[in-house]
């Protein structure tokens, strides 16, 4: 299984706080509230055995948030395959060199969109993910574009936190 998620809601943007957008932090709320996403999503199959997150703070904190969700405390890997702009072919050719299980990607929108919707068909679906959401992609061999099935995209709204 591929996990794709979107990093959880973040501070707004602010060149006086935040010179430099890269190192834009999540809100505490915000964590709270990805807190309880996962506390419902752990109950059943999520469980990531890698995750692989944007180097931007952000993606950072909210892939922290995922790996201490699980029992199995999952390593965090930066790829800058997942800043702003995600390269696709550089994820799946990272994804696929992974025996460790399944798999999470923690990057930005509207690259998670795309992500999704390229690795389930042609790309030109509309899968919005809202801050926080996660979706999970099964693949009956690799990693490869076009042959995912999608088989839940969660969000806190849906969740009810």
Partial sequence: MLYIIRHAWAEDRDATRWPDDEQRPLTNKGRKRFKKLLKKLT????????????????????AELVAQSLDNQPPIVELDALKPGSDLSALVQWTADRTEG???WVGHAPDVDRLAAQLIGDGQAAIPF????????????????AAGELQWLATAKLLGV
């Fill in 130 to 145: 809202a801050k926080g959401a996660i979706a999970a992609i099964f693949f009956d061999a690799a990693v490869t574009p």
């Fill in 102 to 104: 399944d798999v999470a």
């Fill in 43 to 62: 109950k059943g199959e999520f469980a990531p055995a890698i995750i692989a997150t944007s180097p931007l703070v952000r993606c950072q904190e909210t």
